[in-house]
């Protein structure tokens, strides 16, 4: 089992930056034996994907919308994922949630290809 729990989220300019978190916690399988990755959901929008890192985190895949202004990184030692977040604009505004347990790669970008989820953390971002 997993369980996730992500922080850092805030009301932010457009233009500033953020660094979201994910701690996991894990019982059975290693923190390195689970892809990781995060989503995103708007009010009133589908949940839609937003970065994966592989397990060693030496590749990364992100969804076009965010390429080039947000990092996805992980700290495989202290079992934490993060999401840094650069250049923010309203549209960014959205739940961010957590999520581990894709077996492949390139990763899948639907919800249902992904077993354990954090709570979510709200990002806002006012223009």
């Known amino acids: 089992q997993v369980r996730l729990v992500e922080s850092g989220g805030g009301l932010v300019q457009a233009g500033a930056s953020l660094r979201l978190s994910c701690a996991a916690t894990?019982?059975?399988?290693?923190?390195?034996?689970?892809?990781m990755g995060w989503f995103r959901q708007a009010p009133g929008k589908e949940r839609e994907f937003v970065a994966a890192i592989s397990w060693g985190g030496s590749r990364t895949y992100y969804a076009d919308s965010v390429q080039g202004r947000f990092t996805i990184s992980r700290d495989n030692a202290k079992n934490t994922m993060y999401l840094q977040m650069n250049s923010l604009k309203p549209e960014d505004t959205a739940v961010y949630y957590c999520?581990?347990?894709?077996?492949?790669?390139?990763?899948?970008?639907?919800?249902?290809?992904?077993?354990?989820w954090g709570q979510g953390t709200q990002v806002t971002v006012s223009s």
């Open positions: 999520t581990a347990g894709s077996r492949v790669w390139p990763p899948v970008v639907r919800p249902g290809g992904y077993a354990f």
């Open positions: 894990l019982s059975g399988r290693p923190f390195h034996s689970y892809l």
